[in-house]
């Protein structure tokens, strides 16, 4: 089992920052990309941005120079610091991450995409 469980979405005025984590937890044997996405009312799911676990970033055009994804490998944790926040920005954020996991009492050490369970961002004056 693997479970990934994200903090810190919230109401923000334009301009504002707010800051989201994403801690994975569970019989986990490697991680390698993890990242977030994006889900706005109405519209698709979009990557906002994602890292590798050597650090090879990834961003989406519209966050650019806004946004900084970053993660801590001994933690299991990643995070997106988000700063000049636009009211275009609010959406459900979703953690995900490239699990390599083992299921108990099983030794075979198995691929998971996991997804965390999103985080309400709302940019709003």
């Known amino acids: 089992q693997v479970q990934l469980v994200e903090s810190g979405g919230g109401l923000v005025q334009p301009g504002g920052s707010l800051s989201l984590s994403c801690v994975a937890s569970g019989s986990i044997f490697s991680i390698n990309d993890m990242g977030w996405y994006r889900q706005a009312p109405g519209k698709q799911r979009e990557l906002v941005a994602s890292?590798?676990?050597?650090?090879?970033?990834n961003y989406a055009d519209s966050v650019k120079g806004r946004f900084t994804v970053s993660r801590d490998n001994a933690k299991n944790t990643v995070y997106l610091q988000m700063n000049s926040l636009k009211p275009e920005d609010t959406a459900v954020y979703y953690c995900n991450a490239d699990v390599w996991h083992q299921n108990p009492g099983n030794p075979e050490v198995v691929y998971l995409e996991a997804w965390g369970q999103g985080t309400l961002v709302t940019v709003s004056s």
């Open positions: 890292i590798t676990s050597v650090g090879v970033i």
